[in-house]
């Protein structure tokens, strides 16, 4: 047997790790949460994979690719060429949808063109993002975007008095100047007194050179008229700018459907171009497993080569359990799970032997009936001659293992160390926390709290719900289940949507950059600034990255960025301040030997040791801590976090004792989450409960559904096939509902 050689491997928390990885088997990487799994799996192996592929091409091609740092690891040997299938959510943005991503749209095109009639042109002319199939009106978005002129000024103001109510367009911004300094306006004339040729004048003017302007106003500078500006700015194209002021650009713009295609992105001509009446468009829309239906009875025969293809990538899309979906779905709308998955069936039909599939909790969104179906796929990668390297904590994936590496035994500082290798059998008798959390027998909860009152939830009709209707427990731990698309989130968003005390903890990034860190979302870092500035004696704007304490070598990065015009861009750590991000005279500022920088660097269990005098700073820190996120370092940046980590520290904000009589909705909390850190979850959530509170969780991990006072099963399938509440009430009775697929994979758990 051949092996994948790692030597000295000290990424992040990594003890030196040594480890022979075998060839052409699958290996499921185990361990607690933040233990190192992904140091080991995704920060040395993949990137070294990356990098040493990326460094075969031109410095031309290399510019266009991701650049990766050298992990810190001594050597590795037998280093295959990665595959990543990552949860990164696919993104893109409204042109891009389930069809483009896949490349399925591309045959369905090709289809539409060789026997729809009537005959409107070729394959390119039914795209959405081509000038001659897209509808003219919305260019192909399927929406439209109007400015409202009410939220964007206030007509009882002038220009002088700020009437431009947006924060790029202040008196003082050089926006707002375009106009002060235009020489066309009395600035100090309020909006509701211009007349209307003024009015038109300030919004609608295309852009145009000023006859004499005004010896203040920039010489290469255009006139341009307010709407036009805006809608350049940020309607044209998502840019940082847009992002920036998300919050401002949503309060003035309103999105509507086209009123010319309703939506449909196509023009007449080409909408008009059908096949057993279905316009190309009505085809996208149909869920995959009607799709499928339709495509079936299609029997032409010059179309038959286009047909067979799109039915095997169509068929395994159903197959990994996202029939529900349709090809018109714009990928930003996806979840983490459910990308993973589209890439995943990318890979299946690939004739590429011998690389390492490197996959991340394929388990993710997954309800125990999909899981069986990915791991079929997993192995079928495998048996084509694929090294499969898998990072989970779901036992029915670990199951299936070949070969399976424990790292542990905790996390951040105490984990880093192999702690198992062999198989999962042996895994079952070893004396690690992933062999006793597998071997332990599960019963459901044997004393369910009674529910005294209920949210009536009446009559829902929304996406594959019709008709609806259900009774939520007040004050106890209910748990939604069912398989991925059967309507459980639809149930509770349509459903509790007009309680305002409802507080649904999802697991999308919070808006952040690499600036922001734990602390700063924790609203904890002027806090520390605030005692760091008492003790030393320095203002407290020098104890921030971004602002007068930043290094002046890096500007507050910690690195440097160097473009190499072909090459591609050369990140290094910055030599002044090491990493650090603080100039010399702010790290030489300590308080009990620590600088603000060390302080950065602590993680939660430290930071708790080091202000336990400091009420505000420790609570909150506590909070963290009991959601199992003791390993995070205090400076961690925000765009780092995987999802799970990311509710769990929304999670903290709320383990306030102020929050009570609120409905808390968490949606797959389990995620990332090894078995024997559920405890600490779960006891977050009785502490909401004990303070009041309603805790309603989406969730298909088994161990999680044990602890449930009240499950209410949603299906029996997803899409078309489900929207139905197959059970409510105390978990026992469940496991006799024969049509319930959440049913029979209790049963199994319970009874194992």
Known sequence: MSYIRVHGANQNNLKNINIDIPKHQLTVFTGRSGSGKSSLVFNTLAAESERLLNETYSSYVQNQLTSYEKPDVDRIEHLPVAMIINQKRLGGNSRSTVGTISDIYASVRLLWSRIGEPFVGYSNVFSFNNPSGMCERCQGLGYVEDINLNELLDYDKSLNEDAIKFPSFRPDSWRG??????????????????????????????????????????????????????????????????????????????????PECDGKRLNDKVLSCKINGLSITDFTALPIDDAITFLNKLKDEKATYIIKPLLEQLNALSYVGLNYLTLDRKTPSLSGGESQRIKLIRHLNSPLSDLVYIIDEPSVGLHPEDIE????????????????????????VIQIADNIIDIGPGAGKHGGEVTFTGTYHELLHSDTSTGKALKRQHKLKSAPRKAQQYFNLKNISENNLSN????????????????????????????????????????????????????????????????????????????????????????????????????????????????????????????????????LALTVEEGIDM???????????????????????????????????????????????????????????????????????????????????????????????????????VGPGAGANGGKILYSGEPNALLNIKESVTAKHLKRYVER
Not at 485 to 491: D, I, V
């Open 177 to 258: 100047k375009r106009y002060l300094y235009s020489g066309l306006f009395d600035n100090d004339k309020k909006l509701k007194d211009y007349t209307q040729e003024e009015m038109d004048t300030f919004l609608y003017t295309k852009p145009k050179k000023l006859k004499n302007p005004p010896d203040n106003w920039p010489k290469t500078a255009k006139f341009e008229g307010l709407i036009h500006r805006f809608r350049r700015s940020f309607l044209l194209n998502d840019n940082f700018e847009k992002k920036r002021f998300l919050e401002d650009v949503n309060r003035v713009v309103t999105s509507h459907k086209c």
């Open 373 to 396: 179906k990915i791991n079929d796929i997993m192995k079928s990668i495998r048996d084509k001659g694929n090294t499969v390297l898998v990072v989970e904590h779901d036992p029915d």
């Open 468 to 599: 609806v209707s259900v009774d939520i427990p007040k004050n106890i731990l209910s748990v939604i289940t069912g398989v991925a698309g059967s309507g459980k989130s639809t149930l509770l968003k349509t459903g509790l949507k007009s309680h305002t005390a409802t507080t649904f903890i999802d697991q999308k990034p919070v808006h952040a950059s690499n600036r922001s860190n734990l602390l700063t979302y924790m609203n904890l870092f002027d806090e520390v600034r605030d005692f760091f500035s008492k003790e030393t004696g320095l203002k407290k704007s020098m104890f921030s990255y971004n602002s007068d304490g930043a290094c002046q070598e890096c500007h507050g990065k910690g690195i440097i960025k160097t473009e190499l015009a072909f090459m591609p861009d050369f990140s290094q750590v910055c030599e002044v301040c090491k990493g650090t991000r603080y100039q010399p005279e702010v790290l030489e500022a300590k308080v009990n030997g620590y600088s603000i920088a060390d302080v």
């Open 611 to 713: 202000f336990k005098n400091n009420q505000k700073v420790y609570t909150r820190l506590k909070h963290l801590e009991s959601t199992g996120l003791h390993y995070m370092t205090l400076g961690q940046s925000l765009d780092t976090l995987s999802g799970g980590e990311i509710q769990r520290v929304k999670l903290s904000r709320y383990l306030d004792q102020s929050a009570s009589n609120q409905i808390f909705i968490f949606d797959e909390p389990t995620t990332g989450l090894h078995e024997d850190d559920i405890p600490t979850l779960l006891s977050c959530f009785e502490q909401l409960i004990n303070q009041d509170n309603t805790v309603i969780l989406i969730e298909h991990n088994l161990t999680m559904m044990t602890h449930a006072d009240w499950i209410i099963d």
